[in-house]
T-cell receptor, first 114, second 114 residues
Framework: DSGVTQTPKHLITATGQRVTLRCSPR?????VYWYQQSLDQGLQFLIQ???????AKGNILERFSAQQFPDLHSELNLSSLELGDSALYFC?????????????FGEGSWLTVV | AQSVAQPEDQVNVAEGNPLTVKCTYS??????LFWYVQYPNRGLQFLLK??????LVKGSYGFEAEFNKSQTSFHLKKPSALVSDSALYFC????????????FGKGTHLIIQP
């Protein structure tokens, strides 16, 4: 168990809908990362937050947004969903943003868009 | 920009034999290198990392990796494979700036045959 908790584990929704994925980082970790894993794109970095502030952006679509709350949990909001958004979404966390810090991943949230 | 290449989609090894999963990287400065493993329907589990120092890094479950700066490689190795090692393995890199989380390779399926 990495200590990173993600909910829900599985989610099925229709095209055009909006969903929210939730993440609780490991105790004491200030950085939260979101990744998308799909068969065709592999593991793609979406966005990083550090202590409530956006720190880095990767290949995140404009339809997607995220935030990190004062209690350090994070949410990834996916809107106007398309079939191609079906993927496994990972949250990960680490301590201070030193490049040598290990990033620990949650079990992921499986999103199926039908 | 940093990148990682895992040249083999799949590696097949007989149980008890040594295994190697290959990884090469490209970064602008000194690299920080990581290996993760993903079991079916599970999250990414951290195996080991190279930050600096000894080129041979030891990690979880008997795995080790050898950093080779001249060949820009970080191959994952294990002296004697177990059937339970069968999984998807990811190599990842982070440069000294570290602002963008990890950049992952496409992953290598490791299949250990009894």
């Amino acid at each position: 168990d990495s200590g990173v908790t993600q909910t829900p584990k599985h989610l099925i929704t229709a095209t055009g809908q909006r969903v929210t994925l939730r993440c609780s980082p490991r105790s004491g970790d200030l950085s939260v990362y979101w990744y998308q894993q799909s068969l065709d794109q592999g593991l793609q970095f979406l966005i990083q937050y550090y202590n409530g502030e956006e720190r880095a952006k990767g290949n995140i679509l404009e339809r997607f947004s995220a935030q990190q709350f004062p209690d350090l949990h994070s949410e990834l909001n996916l809107s106007s969903l398309e079939l191609g958004d079906s993927a496994l979404y990972f949250c990960a966390s680490s301590g201070v943003t030193s490049p040598g810090n290990t990033i620990y991943f949650g079990e992921g949230s499986w999103l199926t868009v039908v | 920009a940093q990148s990682v290449a895992q040249p083999e989609d799949q590696v097949n090894v007989a149980e008890g034999n040594p295994l190697t999963v290959k990884c090469t990287y490209s970064v602008s400065g000194n690299p920080y290198l990581f290996w993760y493993v993903q079991y079916p329907n599970r999250g990414l589990q951290f195996l080991l990392k190279y930050i600096t120092g000894d080129n041979l890094v030891k990690g979880s479950y008997g795995f080790e990796a050898e950093f080779n700066k001249s060949q820009t490689s970080f191959h994952l190795k294990k002296p004697s494979a177990l059937v339970s090692d069968s999984a998807l393995y990811f190599c990842a890199v982070r440069d000294k700036g570290g602002a963008d989380g990890l950049t992952f390779g496409k992953g290598t399926h490791l299949i250990i045959q009894p």
